[in-house]
């Protein structure tokens, strides 16, 4: 079996959840469905350990999970334990990313709830102040305006320091100038 | 040990900068020589990113540390990434740079972590054409890190440490031997890690990589979130006995509050330094 031919299958098994289960669930069944029929490959497959193979992966969702929540700490804060939830659902289709992979991940996720998910407005003001602050550092516009309905950058400063978040309702307008806050209205 | 990693200066005890610890960092000058970044941090970022790295680059000498470089990935490296980290090391001008022996991408699949190579001749070919792809592109002197993996793959016809010693015989790399990474996989695969350090050439080896681990008797796991454990500072002495590195970093990503504990672990570091280097 050529290199690159296991590395692509070993990728696709460590990412691809739905992928992975079906080889855990049936090594015979899953190479008629994905049509491996190399003895050589098959060879492959049938010495790697399941155990293994799964506690590898799951070590690298929970690495990828933590680093996504890291970027949205206030989001996650307020979706509690329906953010495992929707990441899991998020993270069923492989994706592929740049240099700044675990911002680039966590945008994605946010696109995926908002989409997936009927949000209140009170997590949908603070996921789109943490949308704002992610794409600010991957792309640091001269000027960026953003506009909430609740007081997002108080609530997060308030979790940063280690206090009791509150989330007020408020109106503001806060301006960007390369990456940073400049005004709030 | 090559000329190219003779030259590389005495470093000492380094901690691995996160803004988080950007205090404490200064604070603690005493304790600390070195700094080592992750280097996608500085890459494509904004001014006050790069203002950061300057005012480190002021107060300490600055090791760039890659993790996506995805050496181990058979259809090579990304050239564009490599460009972007050419750039990067250009502006720090640092003694070496460090990456590790591993994939993070293969057939546009983002594996998000690094993934575990083959330890193999094929694959001993496979990063050698790699890496002289990069040092092709990045004439600064590398260092490659072991990682820990907890699947054992098909296709290994090589010992680690072997592999360890060929890849740097190969490409005139040097080694960032990463302690923890090392006891983590002797626990988990059963083997004795004493024993993988007296195989190691130590002309190899340049740098120490060391934090806690974390798991129980069935598997251990590398979360750096834990004050280092003694077997590791044992582990650390063992080396030094053969040769003293040209620097020690501890690698800590969580619990940064622990300031006491992180504290203590760089004055341990320190003290083998000073034992052993004297």
């Known amino acids: ?185 | 040990m090559n000329k190219q990693l003779h030259k590389i200066p005495f470093l000492g005890n380094g901690i691995g900068f996160r803004p988080e610890l950007k205090s404490f960092i200064f604070l603690n000058k005493d304790k600390i020589d070195f700094v080592e970044i992750i280097a996608d941090h500085y890459i494509d970022v904004p001014d006050a990113k790069l203002r950061e790295l300057e005012l480190l680059m002021e107060n300490f000498t600055v090791i760039p540390h890659a993790i996506n470089l995805s050496l181990g990935t058979v259809g090579g490296p990304d050239m564009g990434y490599v460009r972007k980290l050419g750039a990067l090391i250009q502006k720090i001008k640092p003694p070496y740079w460090s990456e590790h022996i591993a994939y993070t991408q293969a057939h546009g699949y983002d594996i998000g972590h690094l993934a575990p190579i083959v330890y193999s001749e094929e694959f001993l070919r496979i990063l050698q054409k790699n890496i002289a792809m990069v040092q092709a592109e990045i004439p600064c002197p590398l260092i490659l890190e072991n990682i820990t993996y907890h699947i054992e793959l098909p296709g290994k016809d090589m010992e680690d440490a072997d592999f360890l010693n060929s890849i740097c015989e190969l490409t005139a790399c040097g080694l960032l031997l990463d302690i923890t990474n090392l006891f983590i996989n002797s626990r988990n695969l059963k083997f004795d890690p004493y024993e993988f350090i007296d195989r190691l050439n130590p002309d190899h080896i340049v740098q120490l990589h060391y934090v806690g681990f974390e798991g129980d008797d069935s598997q251990l796991i590398d979360t750096h979130a834990r004050a280092t454990q003694q077997e590791i500072f044992d582990l650390m002495a063992h080396v030094f006995k053969r040769r003293v590195p040209k620097g020690t970093l501890l690698e800590r990503d969580e619990r940064y509050e622990l300031l006491e504990e992180i504290s203590a672990d760089l004055m341990r570091s320190k003290d083998l330094l000073k034992t052993y280097n004297a």
């Not at chain 1, 966590?106 to 996921?127: K, Q």
């Not at chain 1, 989330?167 to 503001?172: S, T």
């Open chain 1, 1 to 185: 079996m050529k290199p690159s031919e296991a590395q692509q299958i070993l990728s696709r098994l460590y990412t691809d959840q739905v992928y992975r289960k079906a080889f855990l669930a049936g090594k015979e069944a899953f190479y008629q469905e994905q049509q491996i029929s190399d003895p050589e490959t098959i060879g492959y497959l049938n010495a790697l350990k399941p155990e293994q193979l799964e506690f590898f992966a799951k070590g690298l969702y929970a690495k990828k999970y933590h680093e996504v929540m890291r970027q949205m700490p206030g989001t996650a804060h307020l979706l509690k334990n329906r953010m495992g939830e929707l990441f899991r659902d998020f993270s069923k289709e492989p994706r592929s990313y740049g240099v700044h992979k675990h911002h680039e991940e966590a945008l994605a996720f946010m696109d995926f709830i908002r989409r997936e998910e009927p949000v209140s407005a009170r997590i949908r003001a603070v996921l789109k102040f943490e949308e704002v602050l992610l794409r600010n550092f991957i792309n640091p516009t001269t000027w960026r305006i953003c506009y909430l309905s609740y007081d997002a950058p108080a609530f997060l400063r308030s979790l940063h320091a280690g206090e009791k978040p509150m989330l007020q309702k408020k109106c503001l307008l806060i301006v960007f100038r390369k990456g940073k806050i400049v005004r709030m209205f």
